[in-house]
């Protein structure tokens, strides 16, 4: 949907569109290299530097192909249209061909308005269906992107469009930074907490490494009861339209379980003789693509669940929320005992001779309870997140297509949302 208020004219009479370098073998091997940007370091309002790759590049073509605070970078090919303003991070910086670098050839034009206008064009509104040659490779050409119909409101008023837009992608940013760094201290006081203690305490040697000398280890199976569950025949549609909370692998994610995306009837629990374990216990992945073996759940909820994950039920001489956490912290451990010989997954014979840390009970209680708080603040910064790419999305559409106009917006209203 086109905002019909607003001129709209080719962004080739708007921008000069440059061509980026071609790799090749000379490039690559020659010596006093240039970084450069290729598509995958460019994303939505991102420029992403923490891989950069380098090749050389004549002075004389550096001239032509470097960039500058202030370019617009427009992919050609991957997710095409993708784009993000270069703000001049590293000093000397080029491109390669599957980039376009544009910049403005006329007065009154804001890049960062047409990031924003490109994002919603090729991500929300569709108006550039069928710009890349879909024959061969998806691209957008030069030519193709310098024919792209594109509006040219006021100056003003593409500021003050970007500036709203650019002040929720700035928080998003920080909550992306801020969880991030509460992901690193969790990280950090766990390695403390499971080597150190509360205490002070002098260590001794383990198995497990130097752990407080009031500390004992134990066998997984001598202090847990560990069985796995079943899942009914899904040839059985009644089987599947009950409200028995039912856990699968695909649900096990590192998480506190509170609610079911999978519920069973009690008739499949009477015909299979479930067993619903209690909130407290932990799930264990042991089969499973990608990264899901391994990674353990604390249910909060009543819920059976399916023969590929283990369930692990602490005695009292175990806080379950220690026991999740500690698991957690030993994730890439279990990951290589599922990987030994001829097998890919876990099993309940591994687990039982998992050796694990045995604190006294109190002192299980309070670590778990440390780590649940920055749990909650990884958590928090998440959440945050969601809400506000959630607002950014409603105002880049309403914004672009008319719905909304900055007049409409109170700047310290959306500072206040996004902070």
Same mark, same amino acid.
């Given at each position: ?17 440059? =061509? ?5 073998? /000379? ?22 530097? =923490? ?44 491109? *390669?061909?599957?980039? %376009? ?45 310098? /024919? ?54 002098? *260590? ?120 999740? %956490? ?5 994730? =890439? ?8 010989? %001829?097998?890919? %997954? ?74």
């Amino acid at each position: 949907m086109k905002n019909e208020r607003w001129p709209w004219s080719p962004i080739g009479d708007l921008f000069q569109i440059g =061509a980026g370098k071609t790799m090749s073998a /000379a490039a690559r091997n020659g010596s006093r290299k240039t970084p450069f940007l290729r598509t995958s370091n460019v994303l939505w309002d991102e420029i992403d530097l =923490a891989t950069v790759d380098e090749m050389v590049i004549s002075p004389i073509e550096l001239a032509e192909k470097s960039l500058q605070a202030g370019d617009l970078l427009v992919c050609e090919g991957g997710e095409i249209g993708r784009a993000a303003i270069w703000t001049g991070e590293v000093k000397t910086m080029s491109f *390669q061909n599957h980039l %376009h670098r544009l910049r403005p050839i006329v007065d009154g034009v804001e890049p960062r308005f047409y990031l924003y206008f490109l994002q919603s064009a090729f991500t929300q509104l569709g108006l550039f269906e069928g710009a890349g040659n879909k024959t061969t490779i998806p691209n957008l050409s030069r030519n193709r992107l310098a /024919a792209l119909e594109v509006p040219r409101p006021p100056l003003e008023e593409q500021r003050a469009v970007a500036a709203a837009l650019s002040h929720v992608r700035a928080a998003l940013q920080l909550h992306d930074r801020a969880a991030k760094l509460a992901v690193e201290l969790k990280d950090a006081a766990m390695q403390h907490l499971l080597t150190r203690g509360l205490r002070g305490e002098p *260590q001794k040697d383990s198995d497990l490494g130097p752990i407080p000398r009031s500390w004992d280890i134990a066998k997984l199976g001598d202090i847990c009861s560990l069985s796995t569950g079943t899942t009914p025949s899904t040839s059985r549609a009644d089987y599947y339209a009950g409200d028995v909370p039912f856990i699968k692998t695909a649900d096990i994610v590192n998480n506190r379980i509170t609610e079911a995306n999978t519920h069973i009837s009690d008739q499949a629990v009477e015909d299979y003789g479930l067993k619903l374990f209690p909130p407290g216990t932990v799930l264990m992945a042991m089969y499973g693509q990608g990264k899901t073996r391994g990674q353990a759940s604390l249910l909060e909820i009543a819920a059976a669940t399916t023969q590929n994950a283990a369930a692990i039920q602490a005695s009292e001489e175990i806080e379950p929320a220690f026991l999740w %956490h500690y698991l957690r912290a030993n994730y =890439a451990r279990l990951r290589g005992i599922g990987s030994l010989g %001829h097998l890919s %997954h876990l099993n309940l014979g591994y687990l039982r001779e998992l050796s694990v840390l045995k604190p006294p009970l109190d002192d299980q209680k309070e670590i778990a309870a440390m780590l649940d708080l920055l749990n909650q603040k990884i958590d928090l910064h998440k959440e945050k997140r969601v809400t506000l790419e959630q607002l950014f999305q409603v105002l880049l559409q309403q914004l672009m297509t008319g719905v909304l106009r900055p007049a409409d917006l109170d700047l310290d209203t959306v500072r206040a949302e996004a902070s």
